[in-house]
């Protein structure tokens, strides 16, 4: 059997109770576990600060340290006077509205007349502070603070909570059941006294520690003896309740702080968002009550986007609905409503994605059973814009919204409506938004523009745990889809952000291209000014003359505009072929690395072979890959920007089938059948090549990283890529028995930066580019709204490709 030393309770406490405002919440949690009628009350009795308490003992042992202490001449050192000077400084720093405890304390400071008897007052002082945290619960007995109290990891609550989630009970009924929160009166201070009654008791029980007693690192943990005892009588027959008063402070305690830690951390115990519960906390410095910030609900109307989301699971199948409000982008535009659903196809290849994807990016292993496990949860964002707010600095109503928005940004984490920590502090950025905001362009959704809060219940969610150390919950994999769940939304929030961005910010009048327009309205301005010059007198020719001046320069102009015009939409076509080069690069590069890996695992072996048989088996699967290398480099010359500039004459089937013939190796990797469909006769068009050939890449490459999705999915799910070209007008259909696009996202699809891929694949420019690019040669690619698989969701998409006769 292990030995367990007296210290471990100390190095328990230690780690897992990591600051004073953890300390405060674990003791609360317990208050509010008894069933507290009336709240929980903490009460700071303070007559010294624990700074200062340490700066005047570094002034004793400075006065120790100096010489002929009391045995001097005149023009030595006065030590008397530097004791009264002392006795002064000590006076002044206690807090004379600690009442009793300041006239305690001056009592102590009284007729001393050398340094010990002022050390000893001083730590007399120091035992004075404490601080209490009271309960009006059920109390415990004498037996239970013996059995239950001092017994660390006690399983009785534990045993409750499961009894109750298995009777179906819905809510939780206490907020901690590790059995260890008691160490956090450790974190406050080396000395406890618990007092605590039940109603059927006559007299207080009571409970005295003290910590340092642990700290002998002789002793084991049974040679530290700690017996509870029967104390006074109640004040009342039928109180009950608990007092756990901490004493022997090892924080600096002031007014100052204890405000800062009720605004930070005691106002946001409870959710202020939602409806509160049983969660009273009543804060008193040296009896004065301290009133900490309430979030007003009318703050958050002022916020210029929000988010809502509720993840539920329906039939067994898990849902995310999210509903977005989009009032102030900081332009004009209509306020936007949007409301979407993702379902269970959607959720997996968002959150879970590709497991050999995953495994080599050292992300969490998240299977689609974490889907449903995770449990329903919910959440509400509101975003305030700086930017915005920062333009009206001189208005008082910015004054408030700026502090306010300081005072609560963050997301929190609140399981059956009482704070996990440590989400939401100032340095927590659990769901990575500032790293994800400074990697995006356009709106910064930074920790600092977002008010926030997730909900969870201990019921709900039996798979989100807290670690033992209260620093946040167990890494598992439905904490890993809770979390990107989140982070999902707040991309799709982003999406919808630029979307409206771009049909309002930047929907600007078109400029007018069509030359015969300035053209016409020149020939109107040159009869007009020749019919003022037949009627114009001698005075009145000068005007003429200046009008002809003004027409020509006018006519330079729109010369000039029509040019550069010209070479901006040159420009803009550029741009969109670099783009669907850059993202070609990312798929053959893949290619490349993995038939590369091929031809080197193959020389590797051939390198421990000796038979000539082998060596030409060998041989033949290395021509094998070189030749796939070959094909892939084939396609990136009509890709680059100078080759999908230029329209050419070229049959589309032999294109579709080089361009297939090249992913061989992929759909063997892949396992995906291949069946295609060709007309009988060659489809001969004029099109930009490179142009045409990056539209059917991407729908490939789409349906296989979907199809693999499925698969990971199903068991036994075989992959059908199904290829269709067809004339008259040439088209290419392209299909798959993935799991489709919901009927929701039909159009969605198509817009910029919009992906329900993974977070690592979660671009968004693949389908917008290639619809650029199909509209470019004249054409159209569409979703065949006809063709729905079982669920309902769409299959096929149709690639027109209707080249100009040019």
């Known amino acids: 059997m292990f030995k367990v030393s007296a210290r471990t309770v100390l190095e328990l406490g230690s780690e897992l109770i990591s600051s004073d405002a953890i300390a405060f919440y674990e003791l609360i949690k317990n208050g509010v576990d008894a069933g507290t009628k009336d709240g929980v009350t903490i009460k700071f009795k303070v007559v010294l600060a624990r700074r200062d308490y340490l700066e005047l003992r570094h002034t004793v042992n400075r006065l120790r340290n100096m010489p002929d202490n009391g045995n001097h001449a005149e023009d030595e050192f006065d030590f008397e006077e530097a004791l009264a000077e002392l006795l002064d400084e000590t006076r002044a720093r206690l807090f004379s509205d600690a009442g009793k405890l300041y006239d305690r304390a001056i009592e102590f400071l009284e007729d001393i007349d050398d340094l010990d008897e002022y050390d000893a007052a001083l730590e007399e002082i120091d035992a004075l502070n404490q601080v209490t945290v009271s309960d009006t619960g059920s109390g415990m007995s004498l037996e239970q603070l013996e059995t239950v109290f001092l017994v660390l990891g006690t399983k009785s609550r534990k045993e409750e909570v499961d009894t109750a989630f298995e009777d179906g009970v819905s809510e939780a009924p206490y907020l901690g059941e590790k059995g260890i929160g008691r160490l956090s009166a450790m974190r406050l201070g080396d000395r406890l006294t618990v007092r605590t009654a039940r109603e059927e008791d006559e007299t207080f029980n009571i409970l005295d520690i003290d910590w340092t007693d642990f700290e002998d690192p002789q002793k084991m943990i049974e040679d530290v003896t700690i017996e509870p005892r029967v104390g006074g009588e109640k004040p009342q027959p039928d109180y009950s309740g608990t007092d756990i008063r901490v004493r022997r402070l090892k924080a600096n305690w002031d007014r100052n702080r204890v405000e800062r830690l009720a605004v930070d951390d005691f106002s946001l115990l409870a959710n202020p968002i939602g409806k509160p519960k049983r969660h009273r906390i009543a804060i008193f410095w040296n009896g004065e009550r301290i009133n900490f910030a309430r979030l007003d609900k009318n703050f958050l109307s002022h916020a210029h986007a929000t988010l809502k989301g509720e993840y539920k699971i329906r039939d067994g199948s898990p849902e995310l609905t999210l509903r977005m409000e989009l009032v102030n982008l900081g332009f004009e535009h209509p306020v936007e409503h949007q409301i979407e659903t993702l379902k269970f196809d959607d959720l997996l290849a968002a959150l879970v994605g590709l497991r050999q ?386 009927p929701e996202y039909a159009e969605r699809v198509f817009d910029l930066f919009f992906s329900l891929k993974d977070k690592s694949r979660r671009r968004g420019l693949g389908l917008f580019i290639a619809r650029e690019a199909a509209e470019h040669n004249g054409g159209a690619l569409v979703i065949d709204t006809e063709i729905v698989n079982r669920e309902g969701r769409y299959t096929t998409f149709d690639y027109r490709v209707i080249g100009s006769d040019e």
Do not use: C
């Open 357 to 742: 994807k995953r495994s080599r990016e050292n992300k969490r292993d998240v299977n689609a059973a974490a889907l449903t496990d995770v449990g329903p949860f919910n959440f509400e964002l509101y975003w305030f814009n700086r930017a915005t707010l920062r333009k009206g600095r001189s208005t008082g109503d910015y004054q408030a919204l700026r502090k306010l928005l300081d005072q609560w940004m963050g997301v929190r984490l609140y399981r059956d409506g009482f704070r996990v920590y440590p989400y939401g502090t100032e340095d927590d950025d659990w769901l990575e938004l500032d790293r994800t905001a400074l990697r995006a362009k356009g709106y910064a959704l930074n920790r600092i523009q977002f008010v926030g809060q997730v909900d969870i219940g201990r019921f709900s969610n039996p798979h989100l745990i807290d670690q033992t150390n209260r620093e946040g919950l167990r890494h598992t994999p439905e904490e890993a889809v809770l979390k990107e769940a989140i982070q999902l939304a707040v991309d799709r929030l982003r999406d919808e952000m630029k979307r409206v961005e771009n049909a309002f910010k930047k929907n600007k009048p078109r400029v007018p291209t069509d030359p015969t327009r300035t053209k016409a309205l020149e020939q109107r301005m040159k009869k007009a000014i020749r019919a003022l010059a037949r009627s114009a007198d001698e005075d009145q020719r000068e005007i003429v003359a200046e009008f002809e001046e003004m027409r020509e320069e006018f006519s330079r102009y729109a010369a000039e505009a029509r040019e550069r015009i010209l070479e901006l939409e040159q420009d803009t076509d550029q741009m969109v072929a670099m783009a669907g080069v850059g993202l070609m690069v990312e798929v053959v590069a893949h290619e490349l690395a993995r038939s590369a890996e091929d031809a080197l695992d193959t020389l590797n072996k051939l390198q421990r072979k000796n038979v000539p048989e082998e060596v030409r088996s060998r041989l033949e699967s290395l021509r094998a890959s070189m030749k796939a290398i070959s094909k892939r480099l084939r396609i990136l010359d009509p890709l680059s920007v100078s080759g999908r500039q230029r329209k050419e004459a070229f049959e589309l089937d032999e294109l579709v089938r080089d361009l297939l013939s090249a992913h061989e190796a992929q759909f063997d990797r892949h396992h995906v059948k291949l069946e295609t469909h060709f007309p009988d006769r060659p489809v001969a068009l004029k099109a930009v090549k490179g142009m045409v050939a990056q539209v059917i890449e991407n729908l490939v490459s789409n349906s296989v990283y979907w199809m693999d999705i499925e698969r990971e999915r199903k068991l036994g799910f075989k992959p059908l890529l199904t290829i269709a070209v067809e004339d008259n007008p040439p088209r290419v259909r392209v299909t798959d028995n993935g799991p489709g696009i919901s």
